[in-house]
Each structure stands twice: as C-alpha cells, then as structure tokens.
Nanobody, 124 residues
Framework: QVQPVESGGGLVQAGGSLRLSCAASGRTFSNYAVGWFRQAPGKEREFVAAISWSGGSTSYVDSGKGRFIVSRDNAKNTVYLQMNSLKPEDTAIYYC?????????????????WGQGNQVTVSS
C-alpha cells in the first residue's frame, strides 16, 4: 500500500509562492511515478505536474510551465510541488497521486493511489 498525504497548502497573495509536500504513509514512493492534480469548484480534476520514479523526467500543465517545479527526495519518501508566481486561477484543492509510469500518472483513471487533497487559495 502507498498512502499519499499532502501538506503545505494555505492562503497566499497573487505573485507569492507555496511548496506542497506529498509524503508516503505506508510503502515507499521509490518505485512509483508521482503526480499532482487540482480541482476547483465546479470544474473537472486537472493534471498539474508529474515526476518519474527516478526524478529524471517531469511533466507540467501548460499554465504551470515556468512557474511550477516538481521534485522528489526518495530518501525522505517525499515529493514536492514548488509553485511560484501564483495566480487566483491556481486556487483549487491539490491532490497527490501515484502510479506506475510518468504517462499513467497523468491520467486520473490510471492512478493507483490518491491523497486526500490540500487547499490552495490565491487572493488577488
């Protein structure tokens, strides 16, 4: 079992930064690709970023490119999402997820494990 647990969300002003953390409660993340999704009220869940099991490959939603950085520290069993230059449209519940490959972790139906979600609110 892999049980992702998100933390680090909160309220920030536009232009500010947050770093979300996703820690594995249970088995290690080491053999899984890990992704981030977000869901705003009334909208579908959206892929945000992902990182391969080794950390050698990453993927980002177009609106996050140049602003968001996903990284991982397998020794700490933790994946991070650094979000810079935040905008009000980034406001959402952010979910951490794990799956078997970088491609699969971008697709909600292919996710093996979901976290409970963590709120990010960006004020204007």
């Amino acid at each position: 079992q892999v049980q992702p647990v998100e933390s680090g969300g909160g309220l920030v002003q536009a232009g500010g930064s947050l770093r979300l953390s996703c820690a594995a409660s249970g088995r290690t993340f080491s053999n899984y690709a890990v992704g981030w999704f977000r869901q705003a009220p009334g909208k579908e869940r959206e892929f945000v970023a992902a990182i391969s099991w080794s950390g050698g490959s990453t993927s980002y939603v177009d609106s996050g490119k140049g602003r968001f950085i996903v990284s991982r520290d397998n020794a700490k069993n933790t994946v991070y999402l650094q979000m810079n230059s935040l905008k009000p449209e980034d406001t959402a519940i952010y979910y951490c997820a794990a799956s078997g490959s970088l491609l699969r972790v971008r697709v909600p139906a292919a996710i093996d494990y979901w976290g409970q979600g963590n709120q990010v609110t960006v004020s204007s």
